[in-house]
């Protein structure tokens, strides 16, 4: 009983922060993406080389870094020119929605743009806990197997896209991608699945086609807050 009392606790207040993060990122007309994985799955690669398109496009973009330890990943993001904040959770195996408050006070995030979050790599904590963000991303590389989701299914249940990564192996592998996808939308039928290389592009346009979108959706949401964020933009 005094479990389960400590847990609600635990999720009642994630809950309320992310609220607060969620209201302050509608102000903003700022487009939040949580991206999840296991480690290793490509996620910073993937982010770099997106980071690297969207700039093109002159998008105003903002990363929160999530690891245990060390400032790699921030270092990565800051190398294409676009502000990072990194947070270690120590012992931790997910970033929580006060941490994004604490991390937003170090680095605004940027309105009428995209601020992209990189979790902590794994694929079961970070599924539980809302951070504030319009849209949950699960990358899972074809060399994991086609298995993930159905033996992970909380964080495909809760994803809102699934970015299949490192297609460029697949020559190299004995996966099934058709039965993976298969797996997937079995867990959850309203998954948008990309398959992708962040190595050789193949699949990203797809991928930034979606962002594109749903910037859009929350840039002009309403033609008041379209404008705002316009003007906060300069
Ligand atoms: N073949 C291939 N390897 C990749 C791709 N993306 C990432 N990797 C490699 O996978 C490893 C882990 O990538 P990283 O981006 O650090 O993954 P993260 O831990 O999820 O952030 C690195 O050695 C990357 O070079 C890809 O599209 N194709
Ligand atoms: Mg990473």
């Given at each position: ?37 296991s ?8 982010l ?49 929605a ?37 849209k ?17 299914p ?81």
């Open positions: 009983m005094r479990r389960i009392a400590v847990e609600q606790d635990i999720m009642a207040k994630n809950g309320r922060a992310a609220d607060l993060n969620r209201e302050r990122f509608a102000r903003e007309r700022t487009f939040v993406v949580n991206l999840m994985s480690p290793g799955s490509g996620k910073t690669t993937l770099v080389r997106t980071l690297q398109e969207l700039k093109t496009r002159g998008d105003r973009l903002a990363v929160i870094e999530g690891d245990q330890q060390t400032t790699l990943d921030a270092d990565r993001i800051r190398a294409t020119g676009v502000p990072a904040v990194q947070v270690n959770t120590g012992k931790g195996c997910h970033l929580d006060e941490m994004i408050m604490r991390a937003l006070a170090k680095q605004p995030a940027p309105a009428g743009g995209t601020l992209f979050i990189e979790n902590v790599g794994n694929l079961v904590c970070p599924a539980g806990f809302d951070l504030g963000e319009a949950k991303v699960v990358i899972a590389s074809v060399t994991e197997g086609e298995d993930k989701p159905l033996k992970y909380h964080m495909f249940s809760v994803a809102d896209v699934l970015l299949l990564s490192k297609i460029d192996l697949l020559p190299h592998l004995r996966v099934d991608l058709p039965l993976m996808m298969e797996n997937a939308r079995q867990i959850n039928p309203r998954l948008k699945i990309f398959p992708v290389s962040a190595y050789t592009g193949a699949g990203m346009s797809a991928w930034y086609d979606w962002l594109r979108t749903e910037l859009a959706d929350v840039v002009g949401a309403s033609p008041r807050g379209a404008v705002a964020a316009e003007a906060q933009v300069g």
